[in-house]
């Protein structure tokens, strides 16, 4: 018998991830990936708990509210079909049948991505990165642009279709290899809280590197 006690960054980084895609194949390790329905949001974290076999969650919003039940949860990996989460010495248990990965799901891939370089570098702040995603939300705006411009990297939240639409700028530190407008969608900013280091191709990709844990986030660009 194997017994897993998630901390709490590890469940909240689940959390993200159900954000992500509300479904997840765990591999053996200590390795957590998840990827959109769309395919173009990847992410993935190294985490201090070591799962001892491959399982599926087709419901991870529910598995982590089930979590939530106990004070102290500590997942029992003793049967290939199932956990049992117990709480210490409370006598409480439930057990959790996990899901058939082929027909439930989108797996992340095993393989690594293969970021092509980026043209635009830059670090953001949980609190800029705030600021951004709220005035998206108070001006109905629905994208992000990174922009080099004159070796300045400026983040925007804009409506890219709208010459006229409001628009919302921020001045982050990096550097960038030429005059560029690189879009994502707003909704595609799924973060775990914190600072990132985040690099952009031109080829339409971007790679999101938290600066204080082990995860990072690829996520497409617009065309």
């Known amino acids: 018998m194997t017994a897993v006690t998630l901390s709490k960054q590890t469940l909240a980084i689940l959390k993200n991830f159900a954000t992500i895609n509300t479904s997840i194949v765990v591999k053996q390790g200590n390795l957590l990936k998840t990827i ?23 419901d991870l919003n529910q598995f982590i509210a089930g979590l939530l039940l106990f004070d102290d949860p500590v997942l029992h990996f003793d049967n290939p079909n199932y956990v049992t989460v117990k709480d210490g010495g409370q006598g409480r248990r439930v057990k959790y049948f996990f899901s058939d990965p082929e027909i439930t799901m989108k797996a992340a891939p095993d393989r690594e991505i293969k970021f092509p370089g980026g043209n635009i570098e830059f670090s953001v702040t949980e609190e800029q990165i705030g600021a951004l995603t709220r005035a998206a939300a108070v001006y109905g705006l629905p994208d992000f642009t990174v922009s080099g411009e004159e070796k300045t990297v400026i983040l925007k939240v804009r409506d890219k ?47 999101w590197n938290h600066s204080d844990l082990d995860l990072s986030y690829y996520i497409a660009l617009e065309p």
């Open 161 to 207: 279709e709208d010459d006229t639409s409001n628009h919302y700028d921020q001045v982050v530190q990096g550097s960038t290899d030429g005059d560029y407008a690189l879009d994502f969608k707003v909704e595609n900013l799924r973060l775990f809280q914190g600072d990132y280091k985040v690099s952009v191709s031109s080829k339409l990709i971007s790679k």
């Open 36 to 58: 959109s329905n769309a395919e173009n949001i990847l992410a993935s974290a190294k985490v201090e708990e070591t799962f001892p076999i491959d399982f599926a969650i087709y």
